[in-house]
């Protein structure tokens, strides 16, 4: 299980950031570190120092200093970070201008684009003009209803120079899910595309657009950019086309500068249990934690190539773009990565020369099963390091990248969340991987997991929980004004930590398996058991594409029911049942074993490509799902009302 499957040489340990990071503490406080271990340990028990240290090593450009790092660290929420400092998100992503490229477009195999850094910052600059001279100010909400097109990022660094608090979806979302998100946040200014491209196929949404702006009686001005039509908007109350928009003979751009705590990003939770949460991020908070992540972890500079397949409705949207504080290059992509081609993103990788590829585990799991093989597009020369994220990596998908995509790459499964747009746990290049791990806990967050007994242990499963403050931690809820419900997400279940809802284990070695959400946890007999080793076991077999476990309430008990989605041209028989028991039994754990198995035409996932175990349970057990707009496929949950098998 926890087979080594790379290790980096000492050539890429010794020339990566982290390790020029941890000689620069070394240098400055007499230290010998000379481990990830080590670092990481450091950075837990020093957390003020560690933070002070990652502000001077990534040069964040701030106009006054701060006067205290963090007040009190374990005031869970409410710790107070950079006190004094002021500083402008935007003007840290903007801080190169010259001709080198900032951003490579690919509207699936359709359109191509590009922009320097010089190019985008006239852009910017033009844009933020235009929504100054309109009365945009620090604190207004502006809101995306876009592609992963170069206009979004634009209109975020637009927004966000002015000290607007900027706030997106993506334009598959239906218009319930758009105003259940949007009616929150009363935004000034909606920017939308006039529709999108998906598998070759050109969605427009000007019609769901009409409808979102009705009921937004704050918006003063919907701008419209251009993707693929010549649409018609005058429909659309105080509409105007971005071109339109754009200033031809701007001001200087003017960054404004805010305390480390200012308002960046409104983001919103999955909404699968209810309206969605409106969490509100702080500016400085999101920059340094993404500074970190970018240049000690992902090993992200100037001559760097980062892609991310995502969406502007997941924080890997977010996420990805703060890599322009590296003075990079990125890669956005907008459609299906899987049509007309299947191999298009690697083929994408090889053109662009990405050194830092991006996806999710359901990615990587699709091609296998499609029977790609990547090494055969491409021996991927610049290709140094692939990133996963969105559920847990299957131990068969890290076999399928090192056999059939690149032997010599690091695979660094990330975990973390929209909660804190950033990661708890993930890789670096100072460490090997190993089969089914994360490679560690990431620096500066103190992850523990907790047994029943708040405890933490080591080599055994519990809940992550963070136990000690962090920057990147939400300013609050909108709509909460007591703080309860930013307590009670967060706080409730152990004082003054971070509970997370994730079940994991860390191991001797520092690496983490995680195995699902707490909520989805099957607990037959009192026994807690993760849904991803399920998963794991059953999804390897042959006959199967997916599967989805969920616990039923049974004769005072709980017994596990699995769901499995079958590949074309099989069944759900007696013999295929008995290898689904057996292979769980022997891998897993006798208890693991499900009482009922049953064939599902499909699973839901949500928008960003989670399964949503819990809407499951709900159905089964005859509750109402209450927000059905926040699944990609919502009609699956049909098959899972008043199943026979159940009753």
Known sequence: MNETLWKPSQQRIESSQVWQFAQSLNSRYGLSLSSYAELYDWSVDNIPLFWENVWEFSDVIHSEPYTEVVDDLQKMPGAKWFSGARLNFAENLLRFRDDRTAIHFRGEDQIKSQLSHRELYDKVERLAHSLREMGVVPGDRIAAFMPNLPETLIGMLAATSIGAVWSSTSPDFGIKGV???????????????????????????LDKLSSIIEALPSVEKVIVARYI?????????????????LSDDPEPLTFEQLPFDHPLYIMYSSGTTGLPKSIVHCAGGVLLQHLKEHKLHVDMNRDKTLFYFTTCGWMMWNWLVSGLATGGTLVLFDGNPLKPDPKFLLTMAEELDINIFGTSAKYIDTLEEMGVKPNQVSDFPALETILSTGSPLLEKSFDYVYRDWKKDVLLASISGGTDIVSCFAGGNPWLPVRRGELQCRMLGMKVEAFNDSAQPVIGEKGELVCSAAFPVMPIHFLNDPDGQKYHDAYFNVYPNSWYHGDYIDISEEGGVRFFGRSDATLNPGGVRLGTADLYRVVEALPEIEDSVAVGQKWEG??????FVKLHKGNSLNETLAATVKKEIRQRCSPRHVPEVIIATPDIPYTLNGKKVEVAIKKMIHGESVKNKDALANPESLDFYTNLTELK
């Not at 998100?181 to 050109?202: C, E, H, S, T, W």
């Not at 039509?229 to 928009?245: G, L, Q, T």
């Not at 008990?557 to 699995?562: F, G, S």
Request: glycine share 6%.
């Open 229 to 245: 039509e010549k649409p018609e908007i005058d429909s659309i109350p105080n509409a105007v086309f971005w071109d339109d928009f």
């Open 179 to 205: 105003l259940d998100r949007f009616q929150q946040i009363d935004p000034k200014v909606v920017i939308a595309a006039d529709g999108y491209l998906y598998g070759g196929r050109y969605f427009s949404t």
């Open 557 to 562: 008990d709980e017994r596990i029911v699995l």
